[in-house]
């Protein structure tokens, strides 16, 4: 048999006769370190060399797991030692890295290793820090919490979650937020890609990515907005360039800055930081004046296309390159590119969501590929690619300050569907939150229970704001970051601020992040060491919607616990342990995950995480050589037609064996082979006007048109009532297909070829907005004053999740002429998130030592910097930066932009003294949000990061 890396990926699985390190050294390809690393991809090259020093005696065991960083949900073989962690291997046989892996991805078993984490529990007192015991910390931390509760309320302790939780642990946490009595809780999808969620769930249904990166190998055009994945995710990458070799197909990079995703474009587009409006409309108006768009599909699957068009055609050729600064030219060929090449997808992130208005742009690049036929398609779709490993999933389960797991939201209805889930007393749970009323609906008070929470981006106005304008009952007086860098917020010196004025701070993280060292407290501070995930073991949702599970690699290290042992802990102290766990079982203080995932199947209606239980995950993992690794759908073995990872929603009861949905909203299979019709979500009309579809349904559907979502009553209309069990008749009476905890309901729909939510149009004009048909507003920090006057902000607000928001009382005054550069920011390869777990991995803290700002020469010669120089760079807010100097032409004359991994300095003091002993990152620098500026989006509270200003000097 030949010997291929494929062959020897299983092999090595089910032998640990010969690892591939091993097959490479006998083989005599490595002669010499050096030339390993020079002649070999990295993909190939081992982390440890650990390995050759144990004897050829010892036993060495594989266990699969997926990397830790981005979403693409890249897989890892580990290779165990008697319990050590001595190596790590790409996954050949893994359906979306295909044996790739990026920097980060490479080294992530330093990630679970590393010396420089937190490891034991540490308490700030007379500002030095002590080693203290878990039950000791737990003591202090939960009598503190049940104080302020008293004293104040349980919104006066602000309980902030994690994308780097698993799917168990993200639903615990909010479980725990709930029975604790606050939704004040949130995690960093708030600040990613809440803008996201908001604009693509209100156009078509979901929130989330409508495709996959693999469905990409099916693309006949690509367009990238706000987004570079070259570095942010570059193993995504692998699936842009399947496509242009495959298909030819064109790749269309849209950002203000030449990126590397930027150097593989066929059509670069520079545009203006803050203009993504502009141009899709611009580019609209060249499809519409042209006849490009797919008529058929609109009139079929889309409501409110004609305002739409009205408002386009305001965006004639001369006004887009006005505010854009492309020329008509090259608008028009973009969009001509994305006509003649369909399907194509489109591709964005932060780059088009962190913006005052990034609900706008997204909404706007939806509407873009409905008017173009691109949605419901293989090798269409809205592709949003996610930046930390689980953020798709903890934003799933409702680690969010506005819904409830599964994003039920917070009404009445949804809290009584959960306790239902939970088997607790659903005014038990209503008595847990505060009884006071401080907003009111339509005219009507509103119980706290009820009202979205303080968001993340702005838990600091939450405590400095005064209490009379704030919508609860008193200020946060405790902050607890559970796995969250604050130098990914803006705003930095009013945190610090905060952060002094706290009765309490604690940070549980494998790391003791910026949290540690940014403020000037004294006292009352704790670190507790969290486990990474290596160290536990559960699902986590890739971008695509699909889950994985990860089995645990090693015990925790250190003092470390697991985040659900932590929650665990923390809620017997708060006498909340008995409900939050009452069908859960506990061993030694650790709650089993299986049962935590059976929890939420049963209650998990309404996105699909009903169908993948812990048995199909982990027969999933054990089988991922027989996914096809373009439809990800598996060709024989014991997976045999179902997709890989069940990618939500997975309808029903796993009874049904629902395969897992691939494409969103494809009508081309029936639902019960993946397939989707656009949700039903907004009623059946509106002004008149039919919201159904109409003449279009998914494959085998019994209902040849348009429908509502399903209830008992509509069962019943149709005479389907009767195909219920008596058992799912007596739980589907009164109920819909989202509360219907027999799953009987959508059991039926799905039996007569329907989709349980309904088939309707996908609505391009969102009534509840407040921009129904998304236009251009300049940034509240604009050096183009002359576009002020034509695209003006929003009136301040005054209440937005409970606090007020400014807008047009910070748009109106100028600031350009002492800050005259636009200050964007972004990622780099190297590094992830706040950094803390990046810059604290020595190979990735060799790559990139500084932190640095990006300057065109022109800029650079204007104020007297030269490249590798330090320099000085001012916000309009005050806040400034120490940092070195990069001349280049990857940004326009006018523009500077920063990464925002960096922290442990500000304003030019290094901060490591602070750290306790031995925890501080290999690299420190300043965080780019110090200089980052006020702005927020109108609908879900994005903090903007792409379009301030700021002005530069010599240090």
Request: proline fraction near 4%.
């Amino acid at each position: 048999m030949k010997l291929t890396a494929r062959t020897l990926s299983n092999q090595a699985l089910q032998s640990n006769a010969l690892t591939r390190r091993e097959f490479i050294k006998k083989s005599g390809v490595i002669t010499g370190g050096t030339v390993a690393a020079s002649a070999l991809p990295t993909m190939f090259v081992s982390q440890s060399t650990q390995a050759n020093s144990i004897t050829k005696k010892a036993k060495v065991k594989t266990i699969r797991s997926v990397c830790t960083h981005c979403s693409v949900g890249c897989g890892v073989l580990a290779e165990v030692k008697n319990g050590v962690w001595i190596g790590q291997e790409p996954d050949f046989d893994h359906p979306f890295s295909l044996g790739g892996h990026c920097a980060k991805g490479a080294s992530v078993r330093e990630h679970g290793v590393g010396e420089r984490r937190l490891k034991y529990p540490m308490k700030l007192v007379n500002g030095k820090w002590k080693k203290i015991s878990w039950n000791t910390a737990i003591d202090e931390v939960g009598s503190k919490m049940l104080e302020i509760r008293k004293k104040s309320s349980p919104d006066s302790v602000y309980l902030l979650g994690s994308a780097k939780f698993n799917n168990e642990q993200s639903y615990l946490f909010r479980k725990m937020a709930a029975l604790w009595g606050s939704n004040n809780v949130d995690h960093q999808a708030r600040i990613c890609h809440s803008t996201t969620v908001a604009g693509v769930a209100n156009t078509w249904g979901y929130g989330a990515m409508t495709n996959s990166f693999n469905d990409i190998h099916n693309s006949k055009a690509m367009l990238v907005i706000g987004g570079n994945p070259a570095e942010a995710h570059p193993v995504s990458m692998l699936h842009i360039f399947r496509a242009k070799e495959r298909n030819n197909a064109p790749l269309i990079v849209i950002d203000p800055r030449f990126t590397r995703t930027a150097a593989h474009a066929d059509e670069y587009v520079r545009i203006r930081p803050g203009s993504d409006v502009p141009f899709v409309w611009g580019m609209l108006w060249h499809i519409f004046e042209n006849s490009w768009e797919d008529k058929n599909f609109i009139q079929q699957r889309v409501y409110g296309m004609d305002e739409i068009r009205t408002e386009v055609a305001k965006w004639t050729p001369d006004e887009v390159e006005r505010v854009t600064g492309v020329k008509e030219k090259q608008v028009r060929r973009t969009a001509k590119l994305m006509a003649d090449n369909r399907p194509g997808t489109f591709i964005w992130c932060m780059g088009g969501t962190q913006h005052t208005i990034g609900n706008n742009n997204t909404r706007a690049y939806c509407i873009f590929q409905l008017a173009l036929g691109n949605m419901g398609v293989s090798g269409g779709g809205t592709n949003i690619f996610r930046g930390h490993d689980n953020v798709q999933g903890a934003t799933d389960f409702g680690v969010l300050s506005h819904t409830l797991p599964g994003y039920y939201g917070l009404s009445a209805g949804a809290w009584k569907h959960w306790s239902k889930v939970w088997d607790l007393d659903y005014n038990w749970i209503k008595n847990r939150f505060d009884q006071g009323s401080y907003e009111k609906s339509k005219g009507k008070a509103v119980k706290p229970m009820n009202t979205k929470g303080i968001t993340v981006g702005r838990w600091f106005d939450g405590v400095l704001e005064d209490k009379k304008n704030i919508a609860q009952k008193d200020n946060i007086k405790a902050m607890i970051f559970w796995g969250h860098a604050p130098n990914s917020q803006t705003r930095t010196l009013d945190m610090k601020k905060a952060m002094e004025k706290l009765d309490m701070l604690v940070v549980i993280d494998p790391h003791p992040t910026t949290s540690a060292v940014l403020s000037e407290r004294k006292n009352n501070t704790y670190l507790l060491p969290a486990s990474t995930q290596f160290e536990t073991y559960g699902s986590v949702t890739a971008s695509n919607r699909s889950l994985q599970w990860r089995d645990k690699v090693i015990d925790p290290m250190f003092d470390s616990l697991p985040d659900h042992v932590i929650m665990y802990k923390l809620s017997k102290k708060l006498g909340i342990d008995k409900q939050l766990f009452k069908h859960i079982k506990v061993n030694n203080d650790e709650p089993l995950i299986e049962d935590i995932t059976r929890e939420f199947n049963s209650g998990m209606w309404t996105i699909g995480y009903t169908g993948q239980t812990p048995e199909r995950l982990k027969k999933h993992m054990r089988n991922l050589h027989t996914f096809d690794k373009t439809t990800l759908i598996a060709k024989g073995g014991e997976c045999h037609g179902e997709y890989f990872g069940l990618p939500w929603p997975c309808w029903g009861t796993s009874d049904m064996k629902h395969p897992g949905t691939p494409n969103l909203y494809d009508t081309s299979k029936s639902v019960a082979e993946g397939g989707l019709t656009f949700r039903a979500r907004f009623g059946v009309e509106h002004n008149g006007t039919n919201l159904l579809a109409d003449d279009s349904y998914s494959k085998d559907s019994a209902i040849k048109d348009g429908y509502p979502e399903f209830n008992d009553k509509m069962l019943k209309k149709l005479g389907w009532w009767n195909q219920l069990t008596p058992s799912e008749k007596k739980l589907a009476e009164g109920k819909n297909w989202k509360t219907d905890l027999s799953g009987g309901i959508q059991r039926v729909a799905i039996k007569n070829g329907c989709s349980p939510f309904g088939n309707a149009k996908a609505r391009a004009v969102v009534w509840t907005f407040p921009d129904p048909v998304p236009v251009h507003r300049e940034p509240l920090y604009t050096n183009r004053r002359d576009l002020v006057k034509d695209y003006p902000t929003v009136a301040d607000r005054r209440s937005h999740y409970r606090l007020p928001t400014r807008y047009a009382s910070i748009q109106e005054k100028d600031y350009s002429q002492q800050y005259p550069l636009i200050l964007t920011s972004g990622r780099l390869v190297e590094y992830e998130g706040g950094g803390d777990e990046s810059r604290s991995n020595k190979w990735l803290a060799e790559l990139q030592q500084d932190m640095f700002a990006e300057v065109n020469v022109v800029d650079a010669n204007n104020n007297n910097l030269r490249d590798g120089e330090m320099m000085w760079l001012e916000g309009p807010e005050g806040g400034k930066v120490k940092i070195k100097t990069m001349v280049t032409d990857r940004v326009a004359p006018g523009v500077v932009f920063m990464p925002f991994h960096f922290a442990g300095h500000l304003q030019g003091e290094s901060l490591e003294h602070k750290y306790p002993k031995g925890t501080q990152p290999y690299v420190l620098g300043e965080s780019a949000n110090t200089a980052m500026t006020y702005g927020y989006d109108t609908v879900t509270q994005m903090q903007e990061t792409k379009a301030s200003l700021c002005r530069i000097w010599s240090a």
